[in-house]
């Protein structure tokens, strides 16, 4: 996994313009079943990739943490949202609250997520390859092409698999 992690940024850079063409044609004209093709897609890649062997999201990047995302992790580690605001989280260039520093302070060691079961949406949603008008995210698809092996290998599983003119 090491390699594979080391040599995703490459992979996905060689790709970029190629990816940005393809999503750039998925826009305009998407086919009528692509949430059902990329539901399909994304179950078969994670039925391969288990998430625990990597973690590379949750050590380079940190997700945006909604009011309801602070409410229920403070909630959940017996702080006041202030208090956990304080100790994990800044608001970014975007006036969004993002954790303070990567990798995330919930990632333990063997790569489990110690507030798992609260964890905030984004977290639960990456890397977003299953969501409903897949077309709409092309530019954090292809972001996440060199974070996730899972979504580099999803985004070139749909190439082969959806042809556009």
């Known amino acids: 996994m090491q390699e594979t992690l080391e040599n995703l940024p490459d992979r996905a850079k ?9 999503f750039s044609k998925l826009r305009k004209k998407p086919p009528k079943d692509l949430d059902r ?22 050590k ?9 995302d602070i409410e229920r992790i403070s ?12 100790k994990y989280l ?25 507030i798992y079961d609260v964890r905030p949406k984004a977290c639960r949603e990456y890397p977003h390859t299953d969501r409903k008008d897949f077309h709409k995210i092309s530019n954090i698809t292809i972001k996440n092409t060199a974070i ?5 290998n999803i985004v070139e599983k749909m190439k082969a698999r959806i042809k556009l003119k």
């Open 60 to 68: 380079t990047t940190g997700p945006l943490f909604t009011n309801k």
């Open 75 to 86: 909630k959940h580690l017996k702080l006041k949202p202030q208090q956990f605001i304080d």
């Open 148 to 152: 996730c092996p899972a979504a580099y």
């Open 90 to 114: 800044r608001v970014d260039e975007d006036k969004d609250y993002v954790l303070q520093e990567v990798p995330c302070a919930f990632l333990a060691p063997d790569n489990y997520c110690l």
């Open 14 to 22: 060689d790709k970029h313009k190629e990816n940005k063409k393809f």
């Open 37 to 58: 093709q990329m539901q399909e897609l994304h179950e078969e890649e994670f039925a391969e990739t288990n998430c625990l062997n990597c973690a590379n999201c949750c």
